[in-house]
């Protein structure tokens, strides 16, 4: 009943486009939430869903939130030390505590997710492709860069010492013979599979990464400016090998959202650095 909607709810979330959804909390998990606000302890939620939004309306320059929505059978429980998914921080006090810390992506995590979104998905008959999928943010640092197709490495090629080999790493420039000159086709960002740190990721996960997730770890410069002419290289070109090596090599924590295609294929959908 709307009575039971203690944390004022109501309308926030639309059920109709995430199937299984409920437009507020149930009582006893809204009592629940209300006791860990006074307390500071931390809740433990399970069996909610993701839905994607733009808060405040969409406009240019919005940019798309995942929020998570409950469900008929979300649970939240108040956990203690003891419990296995209790937040462990390596300080003493919590103002020194990790603040990009996050729960590793264990294959036991991944399975589970997986498990719970196809048992969510609405079934088609006619469209057995469209299920939901998981999502999930986790902060990590990048390792490597393997580009697929020609399974080169970034950091064992040491790709960014030279423009012209950075060039070809990230950039397919692909061409059609006639016989007499070679037909040059647009250039695009190839795909890559990202290496992140094991410690927050594990072996078993493949994180891939689309030409637009590369682009974007190349701080989006334009393909045509990652294209050396025949006079000079661009001066783009420099500046990202050097980004990339130093994000490689200096464990800088990135935030990466992840979208999970199957249980240990995932997909970045977005990245932020969290320091500078």
């Not at 860990?36 to 909610?48: N, R, W």
């Not at 998570?68 to 209790?86: E, N, Q, W």
């Not at 998905?121 to 999502?135: H, K, L, N, T, V």
């Not at 902060?139 to 490597?144: F, K, N, S, V």
Request: proline share 7%; hydrophobic share 40%; with cysteine.
């Amino acid at each position: 009943a709307e009575s039971d909607d203690l944390l004022g709810m109501g309308g926030s979330v639309n059920p109709c486009s995430t199937a299984g959804a409920i437009p507020y909390l149930p009582k006893s998990i809204s009592t629940i939430l209300l006791q860990s606000m006074k307390e500071g302890s931390y809740v433990l939620l399970t069996q909610t869903l993701s839905q994607s939004t733009v808060p405040g309306g969409a406009s240019l320059h919005s940019r798309e939130a995942l929020v998570l929505v409950p469900t008929i059978d979300t649970t939240a429980t108040i956990i203690s030390r003891d419990h296995p998914y209790y937040p462990v921080h390596n300080c003493f006090s919590r103002e020194e505590a990790n603040v990009f810390a996050s729960q590793p992506l264990t294959l036991e995590r991944a399975s589970q997710l997986y498990s719970m979104t196809q048992q969510n998905s609405p079934q088609f008959i006619d469209a057995p492709a469209s299920q939901c999928r998981g999502m999930m943010a986790i902060a990590a640092p990048l390792m490597d860069i393997i580009v697929d197709g020609i399974d080169a490495s970034f950091m064992e090629g040491l790709h960014w010492q030279n423009p012209h080999k950075l060039s070809k790493f990230l950039i397919d420039s692909p061409s059609i013979s006639t016989g007499m000159k070679a037909i040059q086709l647009s250039p695009s960002y190839r795909s890559a599979t990202l290496i992140l740190d094991p410690s927050n990721v594990s072996r078993d996960i493949v994180v891939n990464a689309d030409g637009n997730a590369l682009k974007l770890l190349c701080m989006d410069v334009p393909v045509e400016d990652m294209v050396p002419t025949d006079v000079a290289p661009n001066p783009y070109l420099c500046h990202v090998g050097e980004l990339l090596r130093a994000l490689c090599s200096e464990s800088i924590p990135i935030r990466w959202v992840l979208e999970q295609e199957s249980e240990c294929n995932w997909f970045v959908t977005n990245a932020t650095l969290l320091e500078i």
